[in-house]
């Protein structure tokens, strides 16, 4: 006869209640168990932050699922004394802490407005070991202060792999500074990989020795198409794209001599802006860069120029604040086009001078497929898309208001080539406040939230074939203006 255990039967309601009550294990994040096949999910500041403060976290898979804003304005977020992931303390007998092992996929998404005051290994990163995988992520106007060394936008000190990775902003320190990694590698020891591909920096760097555009001191591994462009000030040690050290191996990458205002570099190869306006194409994958801020001088725009052959395509900058105290050419996008721009969009203030579009300032190229949402404002050759258009421009549309004294228009300020060379576009004449343009056909905020209106110009919606099957466009009918095919529905209007 079976024996009965009284006590463990009465236990078992009480258990199965507690393992319903109980939340399960790495619920701070927003899914996902880690593993290769199914990382954890970051998709919000409160992600990040738990993902900090969990070490025993640090050997797992992670994916980006949004773009994070850090402004410590915001609740929840704050200025961070330490880095957000792999945050080490400095003492007397080194550091103190855990490095991150993992693989981190940013999935073509960014953090921005990082800002952080502290002492050594600073970055989103604060050490990367053997192993760590960083890919596909934007650091974007990030605020990196240090008052000790290692320090970068991305990782303060790395012996993983970058790959894909990029930063805008302000970094600053006293050794081993660098746009986006403070320090490559470990001196003496070759067998740590610490590699860099298809990487750039933007940021503005500055700091006393080892200081670099792209990477303050580095010591091995291998760094392969990859460039800076950011402004760089150091005492010794100091240059355009990495600072010193051993770097060796270093192929396929580059400099700007005029905007780093540094003609020196231990490794790279420097050239003028024109030269680095080269070919390629930039895809943004249906994702956006949000809360841009740049001021300044002459030729703003979150990129410079696009030469022959280049191309940028679906991408979206969001709440972007761009102003020049400069006179020429300013797009929030794109500040000089001869490439190809498609399936692209803008929001927020673009305000310059002479040459001043929504999108892009100065148009010789292509562009198709897009719109503006940005207030626009200036002297001379204004447009809500397009400033001055020497090229062609393609179903397009532009609603922000736009205010200039010359050569000012809804959306294009000044056309050369005549309304041939502008086909299937229009601006709002309501919400732009003007009933000019140099091309385009203005519309009431009614017929711009209508279908019918751009189906009659040929327009490719989503659910119709009469004007193609690529779905490049889809519009809630009388509430908002057409959307790009990958923008994401409100949830009222699923």
Known sequence: MARTYPSVIRMIPFLVALSLLSPPVHAQYSGGRGTAQDPYQIATAADLIALG?????????????????????????????????????????????VPFLGAFDGNGHTISRLTIRGEGYLGFFGRLGIGAKISDLGVVDANVTSSRAYVGGLVGYHLGTVSQCYSTGSISGTDSVG????????????????????????????????????????????????????????????GGLVGGGGAWYVTESFWDVETSGLAVSSAGQGKTTAQMQAAGTFDGKGHTVSHLTMSGGDKLGF??????????????????????????????????????????????????????????????????????AAGVSGVMWIGGLVGYNSGKVGECYSTGVVLG????????????????????????????????????T????????????????????????ANGIDDIWWINEGKDYPRLWWETPAIGDR
């Open 303 to 372: 990129f410079g120029g696009l030469d022959v052959g280049a191309e940028i395509k679906d991408l979206g900058i969001v709440d972007a604040n761009l102003s020049t105290s400069g006179t020429y050419i300013i797009g929030g996008l794109l500040r000089y086009n001869r490439g190809s721009v498609t399936r692209c969009y803008i929001s927020g203030t673009v305000n310059g001078v002479f040459h001043v579009g929504g999108l892009v300032g100065f148009n010789e190229g292509i562009v198709s497929c897009c719109y503006s």
């Open 405 to 440: 004294s010359s050569y000012t228009g809804g959306l294009l300020g000044y056309n050369k080539l005549g309304d041939d060379k502008v086909t299937g576009c229009f601006w709002d004449t309501a919400s732009s406040g003007t009933f000019i343009s140099a091309g385009g």
């Open 442 to 465: 203005g519309k009431s905020t009614t017929e711009m939230r209508t279908a019918k209106t751009f189906l009659d110009a040929g327009w490719d919606f989503v659910g119709e074939t």
């Open 53 to 97: 403060e969990t070490p025993g976290d640090y050997a797992g898979y992670f994916v980006l699922t949004a773009d994070i804003d850090l402004d410590p304005k915001l609740p929840g977020v704050k200025v961070f004394d330490m880095a957000v992931i792999a945050p080490i303390a400095v003492t007397g007998k080194g550091y103190v802490g």
């Open 179 to 238: 746009g986006l990694i403070g320090r490559n590698g470990s001196q003496g020891r070759r067998d740590y990989p610490a590699d860099i591909d298809r990487s750039y920096s933007l940021a503005r760097v500055s700091g006393e020795t080892f200081v670099g555009g792209l990477v303050g001191e580095y010591w091995c591994g291998t760094t392969r198409q990859c460039y800076s462009a950011g402004t760089v000030n150091g005492s010794a040690k100091v």
